[in-house]
């Protein structure tokens, strides 16, 4: 029999799922951020920081406040718990994990093989291993060669930086660590463990762990929604999941209004999901928070067309440029353009937004939860802009909490 739930009933599986909703604690420490991190099996990572950089966001979604240096010590260590691959996209991962993208890794390295780079730069790929197996770890910035010359702003790699990403890409090389954010390079054996380089996981069993492990980050999803987790594609995906309903991990639901072609999606619920009678629950939302990354499941979980409008030009910018949804319980409820000006030591909302107005019944959950993000990252103020339907309210509320305080 097909277990069915209701819209608001899947709301509340997704965000359970996600470790939204529960207490905060009264302090972050290692348990804490490793158990987070756990149950999340990844942090995706984005180098803008106009607000913070994307990995630091979901944790204090879910935590709450908490010493992002503490966070660094676990993620940068050169051989600590965790370590970066493509797993979503660029995202930190257990380093236990490492071993089932290996079937990626391999993909990778045959389709880069007729690529005209790799193809005419076989050398330098030669002397970069040479060069790591004498010197690593190192930044790309600190290998000398003729060749490290950056072709241009943005991703305009220097032919080393491109030669390393490759490696990156293939498993040769692997990151230990970062220093101002920027890569640290070795080779695999410098940096993993003996058990995690001689794990030889076959592409049917990696896939049957990752969509295990996507089922119990999302609590319930369609089959896309858990196959982009990990952004698993093929018939490898449909096999894995036969194979987890017929071993009862995942329990087949039915989703009110999870319909395509007027037909239900079939989807599923990964049998330990919580179905929580309510959420209690108010946070900002990364762009790059798994709650909202998939944006066709944003709309049909929350009915939130949300896109992210940063290489959007300015002019054609419909709500702003890093633009963070606000999550209200178990609603999204608005959005909110936010900078972290630091010289001025405030907090900027550039714009703010309810969504078909029901973020105004929140605004005084919605501005503490913002004098909240502005302590955490250092700033002593909250400034909004009188732009978007929300300013008015939320620039009083503002105003009411600082004349209480």
């Known amino acids: 029999m097909v277990e069915s739930l209701s819209a608001a009933q899947a709301r509340r ?52 406040a908490y010493d992002r240096a503490l966070l660094d010590r676990l993620l940068f260590a050169s051989r600590g718990p965790y370590i970066e691959y493509l797993a979503h996209v660029a995202c930190f991962i257990p ?33 970069l291993r040479a060069e790591l197996a004498e010197k690593g770890p190192l930044a790309a910035s600190e290998i000398e060669h003729d060749a490290n010359v950056r072709r241009g702003p943005w991703w305009g790699w220097s032919d080393v930086k491109e030669g390393l990403e490759y490696l990156f890409w293939w498993g040769e090389v692997v990151t230990a660590g970062r220093s101002r954010f920027e890569r640290r390079y070795a080779l695999a054996e410098q940096v993993l463990p003996r058990s995690v380089l001689d794990a030889e996981v076959p592409k049917a069993e990696a896939y049957r762990e990752l969509l295990r492990r996507a089922a119990r980050a999302h609590g319930v999803g369609t089959a896309r929604d858990l196959a982009d987790y990990y952004r698993l594609v093929g018939p490898e995906v449909g096999a894995a999941l036969r ?75 419909r709500f702003g440029y890093y633009v963070l949804p606000v999550l209200v319980d178990d609603e999204l409820v608005g959005r909110l353009d936010l900078k972290s000006d630091r010289q001025a030591g ?7 937004w309810s969504e078909e107005g029901r973020a105004e019944a929140h605004v005084e959950r919605i501005a503490a939860l913002l004098h909240d993000a502005a302590a955490w990252q250092g700033l002593d103020s909250v400034a909004v802009e009188p732009r978007g339907t929300l300013s008015p309210a939320l620039s009083s509320a503002l105003a009411r909490g600082e004349s209480v305080a």
């Open 243 to 317: 194979d987890l309903e017929d071993e009862g991990e995942l329990v087949p639901v039915t989703v009110e209004g999870w319909k395509r072609d007027g037909r239900p999606l079939r989807a599923w619920r990964h049998r330990d999901a919580r179905v929580p009678r309510r959420v209690d629950s108010a946070a900002l939302l990364s762009p790059f928070d798994p709650v909202v990354w998939e944006r066709s499941r944003t709309e049909r979980l929350f009915g939130f067309h949300y896109r992210i409008e940063i290489y959007t030009p300015a002019p054609q910018r």
């Open 346 to 352: 405030v907090l900027r909302v550039q714009a703010a």
């Open 95 to 127: 380093v236990e994990a490492w071993s089932l993208f290996r079937w990626r890794m391999d993909a990778y390295r045959e389709k880069h093989a007729t690529k005209p780079w790799v193809q005419a730069n076989g050398a330098m790929l030669d002397w």
């Open 13 to 64: 599986v997704a965000l359970a799922a996600q470790g939204i909703g529960r207490p905060k604690p009264d302090a972050v420490g290692t348990r804490q951020l490793n158990s987070l991190v756990a149950r999340l099996g990844l942090l995706q990572i984005d180098s803008v920081n106009v607000f913070e950089r994307s990995h630091y966001l979901p944790v204090f979604a879910r935590l709450g």
